[in-house]
């Protein structure tokens, strides 16, 4: 079986790079895919998420986006980074920066990122506080391949919950993320399932 490294980025706190790792161990990804998470970087080097991948005896980097002049020399030191383990999948798990369309193109295929909304309603920030103003009944979260345009590409999986009557950001934002830690590691195995990840 051919070894089938994942380098998942993140910025924050990593709830779903856990998910993703934990997944990883319980169902055995290494035997039955050959996969395995091979590192977490993080653009933040105060990132909780560091912390949890280290525990989980993952090996970790910081690329520091404040110390490079400019996007593209920045994402050309992340891929750098990230190519150094010869990456099958890269995950996007909380990674909050824009990344160039030169890095989009490397990456064609092997990209994917959670977001925090039933896309294409809301692609970018703020989507808790959007679809509550908005009055929406229900809200979720999209696994979707990554592409040159913000929050948008091919859709792998999606949750819907309910918005609650006095829900807040905060507490919408609860319900839709205790969905992502499930349908993102969902969406990835299938993805490792695939004869080929980009057919
Ligand atoms: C998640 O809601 C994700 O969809 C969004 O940022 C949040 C990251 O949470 N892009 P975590 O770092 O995985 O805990």
Redesign the pocket.
């Known amino acids: 079986m051919t070894e089938k490294n994942i380098v998942i980025l ?10 993703i790792a934990d997944a990883a161990r319980g169902g055995q990804w290494e035997r039955r895919h050959g996969a395995r998470v091979a590192a977490v970087i993080s653009n933040r080097p105060a990132a909780g ?1 560091l912390s949890l991948a280290r525990e989980r005896g993952i090996a970790t980097q910081v690329v520091d986006h404040t110390a490079f002049d400019g996007r593209e020399a920045f994402d050309a030191a992340l891929m750098a980074e990230i190519d150094r383990h010869r990456p099958t999948l890269v995950v ?5 920066r824009i990344l160039t369309p030169g890095f989009v193109r490397h990456y064609e295929g092997r990209l994917v ?4 909304s039933l896309l294409p309603a809301f692609p970018g920030l703020q989507t808790h506080q959007r679809a509550i103003e908005a009055g929406c009944r229900f809200a979720g ?1 999209t696994v979707h391949r990554v592409t040159a345009e913000l929050d948008h590409g091919e859709y792998l999986e999606q949750a819907v919950v309910p918005v609650l009557p006095g829900d807040t950001p905060a507490s919408l ?1 609860e319900r ?2 205790s969905q ?1 830690h499930l349908v993102y590691p969902r969406a990835i195995e299938r993805l490792l399932a695939r004869p080929a990840l980009n057919p």
């Open positions: 993140i910025s924050g706190s990593g709830s779903n790079m856990a998910a998420g996007l798990a909380g990674f909050m990122n959670i977001h925090p979260c934002a839709v993320l992502e």
